[in-house]
């Protein structure tokens, strides 16, 4: 038996497999086939080819170039500094603003610091100390601001001390503002110049309007009547992002400007258009955290008559904008379009597969019917050439419905 066995696979290996078409008058599955194919049909046409535009080529290489200007002026007086006027040299940084740049709108100022020896701050708690032992010479101060000299500096009649410190003297002020210095900085303006280019498509653009008239972009503000009109004030752009300009101006925070690029070069192109969007970037808690806000430190440096540098260090808050650019162009090819067809096309055989499955094994009569679908025919025998199943003589009732 078992050489038999072998000898009858070893032989169907030599069988050849055709089709046949069987009509099954059963409206259930053939219902559920049209349905089946309207999906399809649905699905390739309405998604693939009208929403998602399965016939075009696409372009996701976006090259880009982002220039921002800022313009505002601010009047402070203040302690530290008395009367000053901030103008965007003082406030903007860096001063050559490209896709990130920051707007200080809070600072805590030390002014003429020198080189010289002082106690640490009490806030730092490595520069604690009961007696000089505690401050060990030459070693830097954990999170503090100099190296230790090995002294313990003490207040009257006090038990614990503060280390001294070779530092910058005196030691920066560790309270925080609590309102903002440049409040004023809610009504600046920000230019932001986008040049984008699709490199397959051979496709450029910028955002500003093509214009000879010089007065354009001194008296227009963005909006939806002015899309060509790239100047923001950064009150609306903190405001369009959610959050309170004189809140955020405090501590400062980091707000992202999105611009997005969608174009369909099947048609004009004036039809691609840039699309904003704007974000807060940091971790805005709803409860205050130690890690809210942005900031950091920058100094001035000068040298008095004898010659001796000494500087200003500004603890700076601000605002950080970050410009983020993104898109795709696409446009109509032979290539994709056959692609997508032929994947269509593919799905509606899978779906008469589907339909095959029901009708052959999940409904009543799926005996039957598999019996008039699968027919093994052998060249010698005439009998089966000649039956019915081949000649089609069966009468409508064999092939019914459930």
Known sequence: MGQVAWKGLFLSLFDYKTEKYVIAKNKKVGILYRVVQLSILAYLVGWVFVVKKGYQDTDTSLQSSVITKLKGVAFTNTSELGERLWDVADYVIPPQGENVFFVMTNLIVTPKQRQTMCPESVSIPDALCYKDGD???GEAVVA????????????????????EILAWCPVEKRSKPKKPLLARAENFTVYIKNSIRF??????????????????????????EHPYC???????IVRWAGSDFQEMALE?????????????????????????SFSRLDNNFAEKSISSGYNFRFAKYYQDAEGVDYRMLIKAYGIRFDVMVNGKAGKFNIIPTIINIGS??????????????????????SNFYRGKKYEEVKSSSRKSL???????????????GL
């Open 386 to 400: 000649s039956s019915p199943a081949l000649n089609g003589n069966q009468s409508p009732d064999q092939l019914g």
């Open 230 to 236: 790239p100047i923001f004030l950064l009150g609306d």
């Open 344 to 365: 269509g096309l593919a799905l509606m055989g899978a779906g008469a597969f589907f339909c095959d499955l029901v009708l052959l094994y999940l409904i009543k009569k």
């Open 144 to 163: 503090g601001n100099g190296v230790k000299t090995g002294r313990c500096l003490k207040d009257r009649d006090s038990i614990r001390g503060t280390c």
């Open 135 to 137: 401050c060990l010479a």
């Open 199 to 224: 490199p397959k498509f051979k496709f450029s653009k910028m955002n500003v309007l093509a214009t000879n008239n010089e007065s354009y972009l001194k008296s227009c503000h963005y909006s939806t």
């Open 252 to 276: 400062g925070g980091v707000i992202g400007i999105q611009i997005e690029w969608n174009c369909d070069l099947d048609k004009a192109p004036s039809e691609c258009n840039p699309h904003y």
